[in-house]
């Protein structure tokens, strides 16, 4: 056929006009697959010389089209991909899993030889807050830092005028106390954790963790709820359960409140103290429960819901950060718990009137807790409370509650004296306070001590014999002992806030009187402690430690100007029983130090019976002491003026505008 033909044959098989074009290629150029020009007849088909047909064989029915708004094939497409998401995070968790629980089996065999009896074993996690820890923040007139400070200066004060060999020992003693906590924000700087570095860390055995939950399950102890978990045992071994042996995604909170109950399930509760090695095992376990913990804090968003489980963590991260010896992270994890606790509504009761019995228990427990907690923690450091006692509308009376038996009487006594903690810092040590007349202070301190003998009853317990007690009846005993040294060191505070701004100022009687009894309660709960290490940090952290513990240096002072014998001796026992807990912290470490540096210098008076010429003495100022001698009568009133200003600048340079005779 000609080519004239052949178009003409083509026209006529499928009607079309040879300018015309189709929408579609011809069925020779798809059976090729090659690009067809879509005219009749197409390039190709003219090319080859082949008829240009389309009959649409092969191509697919065309579908007519329809709008869809939500779509049943749309949503099985969104379930479809949540799946596979799910899928492949599930591997991922069970390959990390995997990797833990082998690094950690491999671990626990070589544990007994790398660690030693203590939970020093692990490295200390260094968390972003400990940073700011490192900074001397300003601490206001109740901190037990400026105390510090001003009790070094007073050593190597008094002890350059007894002596020069006894006064070059104290210095380079107070230069050796003072490097692990300026060496320690070097540290951190090198070993910050991540926020998502907790979820790395590594972990006790799962059979470890089963084989002290199956023990917590047959016999939980009082005490669990009440002080360390706030959870009932079946409760806390469902959220273990959740943690530990779930492929699904955990939080922080969660993960915070199970490694804090492991922690003291494995080092207070089922901790085998007949069996060495097996201790030494339980002691590392804990240790790396709490390093996790320390590092989980760090992802907690400052976004949180005031909801209870939140609350706990929040308290339990504190209570950690306070035996490791962080009070400012301590102090702003309380205050954070506070914050949602108002704005949750523990603190009033009508807001909690239509939850269950359960809830409300809970929620009454808690706010408790972190009222206890915060008002004794910002009079360590120096501030005004964030809970105000005028804004609570909850009965202080707890027995609603069904607390286990001891615990029904120590609550109470820790909300008491809290709110006495927040008053003492408003009324006699705030910035307001100091400009009142000292009759004013007189007056609010009277009425503070009336206040405070209220509940004097709780702290009069009984001294307890030490034979045969188990570790977790003995820690009991010390917190219930103990009362007597919050109660003590409390009346020691008010009471030297008394002469503390009198035109000839010195220690009232009643001062030191109750310093005495502070130091005789504290040697009544040494020997319950019987060296055991966890005890000895739990009693030194947040009986000595967490206020500040004026009573040495009132004990120190009154030797100093009536030379008595018997007030050297409660000095020197006091001195040498914080040696047991000198290693726990470098606060410790600081406040066992200059308890030593005091007593030495206090028998080097009793020795010499040498009476300083404390007025005489041009270098004061250097040591920033001159305000302490001039209120305890040393200087006439023109030398105090001029020496405060001396003072005054030498306080600056510690890290804030203090006076040191408030703390003394």
């Not at 210095?171 to 050796?176: D, K």
């Not at 707890?398 to 909300?415: E, H």
Request: proline share 4%.
């Amino acid at each position: 056929l000609t080519e004239t033909n052949l178009a003409r044959q083509t026209r006529l098989q499928v009607g079309f006009s040879m300018d015309s074009s189709r929408a579609t290629a011809c069925d020779l150029c798809r059976l090729r697959k090659v690009r067809c020009d879509k005219s009749v007849p197409c390039f190709n088909c003219r090319q080859a010389e082949q008829v240009c047909t389309f009959t649409g064989a092969g191509q697919k029915p065309k579908v007519p089209r329809q709008r869809v708004h939500i779509s049943l094939q749309y949503e099985e497409k969104i379930d479809l991909l949540d799946k596979r998401l799910a899928n492949i995070e599930s591997l991922l968790i069970g390959q990390q899993n995997l990797r833990q629980c082998s690094c950690s089996q491999a671990a626990s065999g070589q544990s007994l030889k790398e660690t030693s009896t203590s939970t020093e074993t692990v490295a200390p996690v260094m968390t972003v807050f400990d940073e700011n820890d490192a900074v001397k923040a300003f601490e206001g007139s109740s901190s037990l830092r400026s105390q510090m400070a001003a009790a070094r200066r007073l050593t190597e004060s008094a002890a350059m005028d007894l002596g020069t060999f006894c006064y070059v020992n104290t210095v380079a003693g107070s230069h050796i106390v003072v490097e692990p906590i300026a060496t320690r924000g070097n540290l951190n700087k090198n070993t910050v954790q991540t926020p998502a570095a907790y979820r790395s860390m590594l972990l006790p055995p799962t059979s470890a963790v089963i084989n002290v939950l199956r023990q917590l399950k047959e016999s939980p102890p009082s005490s669990f709820f009440v002080l360390r978990c706030f959870l009932p045992s079946s409760a806390f071994i469902d959220l273990c359960r959740n943690v530990y042996f779930s492929v699904d995604d955990y939080s922080a909170v969660d993960f915070i409140i199970v490694n804090s109950g492991l922690y003291y399930l494995f080092t207070e509760y089922f901790c085998p103290n007949e069996n060495a090695d097996l201790q030494k095992q339980h002691l590392y376990w804990g240790s790396l429960c709490r390093n996790a913990l320390a590092a989980a804090v760090t992802s907690l968003s400052a976004s949180l819901s005031a909801r209870i489980e939140n609350v706990q963590a929040l308290i339990l991260g504190s209570s950690h950060a306070i035996e490791m010896a962080k009070p400012w992270l301590a102090w702003r994890l309380i205050c954070f718990a506070a914050q949602l606790c108002v704005a949750a509504g523990f603190h009033d009761e009508s807001l909690t009137v239509d939850a269950d019995k359960t809830t409300r228990d809970m929620k009454t427990l808690l706010f408790w807790h972190v009222f206890a907690l915060e008002k004794t923690l910002a009079l360590r450091v120096g501030r005004a409370s964030l809970i105000r006692d005028c804004d609570i509308n909850l009965p202080k009376d707890v027995g609603s509650l069904s607390l286990p038996k001891l615990w029904d009487t120590m609550v109470p006594f820790w909300i008491a004296n809290a709110s006495i903690h927040g008053k003492l810092y408003d009324l006699l040590y705030s910035r307001a306070a100091q400009s009142l007349s000292q009759d004013e202070i007189v007056i609010r301190a009277d009425q503070l001590l009336m206040d405070l003998q209220s509940i004097e009853p709780f702290s009069h317990v009984s001294r307890i014999p030490v034979s045969s007690k188990t570790s977790l009846s003995r820690l009991e005993d010390v917190l219930a002992v103990s009362r007597k040294v919050m109660y003590y060191t409390t009346s020691t505070l008010i009471s030297r806030a008394k002469t503390l701004y009198a035109s000839t100022p010195s220690f009232s009687p009643d001062c030191v009187e109750s310093a005495r009894r502070t130091i005789d309660a504290h040697h009544e709960c040494i020997p319950i402690i019987n060296d055991d290490r966890h005890i000895m940090n739990v009693y030194l952290h947040w009986r000595v430690l967490q206020t500040p513990f004026i009573p040495v240096i009132v004990l120190f002072c009154n030797i100093m100007e009536t030379q008595d014998e018997t007030d050297l001796q409660r000095l020197k026992d006091f001195a040498n029983s914080l040696e047991r807990g000198a290693h726990l912290s470098p606060s410790a470490q600081e406040f066992c130090q200059i308890c030593q540096d005091l007593n030495k210098i206090a028998q080097k008076k009793m020795e010499t019976g040498f009476e300083p010429p404390w007025a005489l003495v041009p270098s004061l100022s250097t040591f920033g002491l001159d305000q302490y001698f001039a209120t305890n009568g040393y200087f006439n009133g023109e030398n105090y003026r001029q020496a405060s200003d001396l003072f005054s600048q030498d306080m600056v340079m510690m890290g804030g505008d203090q006076r040191a005779m408030d703390f003394l």
